[in-house]
């Protein structure tokens, strides 16, 4: 009765505001009480009308395929919440998601963001705060801490920085030689200079040179070194 009780209120809300409201909500948390809390009290702000309710992945995902929202208020402790951002950004890249009960660690964060979450907030928001989230999240402005805006700067920094190594180094493995190429391929597969030597038909010192002039152009001292260089920048399946 209880139950029937809440989703009657909410329908109700729903209805009443659908035609006022510009910002179209779906709510996504685990806790029924925290969800009904949250509910009542964002239902009841002008600007805003709440279109589903959700407790985890399942019902989330045909809640936000019926309802089609602008934003989804997603509680991050909700199981398999990344994997419910990347589908929603997937399939409706304009719906927006701001995850709230954020941990202000780099980890949770970085999980957040690089699913494609719009706006973080941590546990100790006010709704006051929420719903400012929701309206700037829809303007598509970054709802976050200074602390979480600095480790999103030195996470873009260190992939950056990750991005043009990767360049670089890729960029040193195309000046090998076709033959060079072929031996470096050859020592990835840690093959020795004699087995080298018999599968392209040349000579061991030959090989040898090859090996000493790859070892250069990729800066390491041991062909092991160069074996693991080359498997790293080699795209499976080449």
């Known amino acids: 009765m209880i139950q029937e009780t809440t989703q009657a ?4 809300r729903c209805h009443a505001g659908a035609e006022s409201s510009n910002i179209r909500i779906m709510l996504v948390a ?9 509910a009542s009290e964002l239902g009841a702000r002008p600007g805003l009308t709440l279109v589903g309710l959700a407790s985890d992945f399942e019902s989330a995902l045909v809640s936000f395929r019926a309802s089609h929202p602008d934003v989804i208020l997603l509680d991050v402790r909700t199981p398999r919440t990344y994997e419910l951002v990347r589908v929603v950004r997937k399939e409706h890249p304009a719906a927006q998601v701001v995850a709230f009960a954020v941990d202000d660690s780099e980890q949770d964060i970085a999980g957040c963001a690089e699913a494609g979450v719009t706006s973080f907030v941590t ?3 006010t709704v006051e705060g929420l719903a400012s989230a929701i309206s700037a999240a829809v303007r598509g402005e970054l709802t976050c801490s200074p602390r979480t805006a600095a480790m999103l700067f030195r996470r873009v920094a260190t992939l950056s920085g990750a991005e043009r190594t990767l360049h670089s180094a890729r960029a040193v493995l ?9 031996i470096a391929s050859l020592l990835a597969a840690g093959r020795s200079n004699k087995e080298i030597a018999r599968a392209l038909t040349i000579e061991v010192a030959t090989v040898k040179n090859h090996v000493h002039n790859i070892l250069a152009k990729l800066q390491v001292a041991t062909r092991a070194e160069a074996a ?11």
């Open 9 to 12: 209120r909410f329908d109700t």
């Open 30 to 38: 685990g806790v029924r009480l925290y969800r009904d809390g949250l």
């Open 123 to 125: 546990r100790d928001v």
């Open 174 to 182: 195309a000046t090998l030689t076709s033959r060079e190429s072929e």
């Open 228 to 238: 693991a260089r080359v498997r790293a920048l080699t795209p499976r399946g080449d």
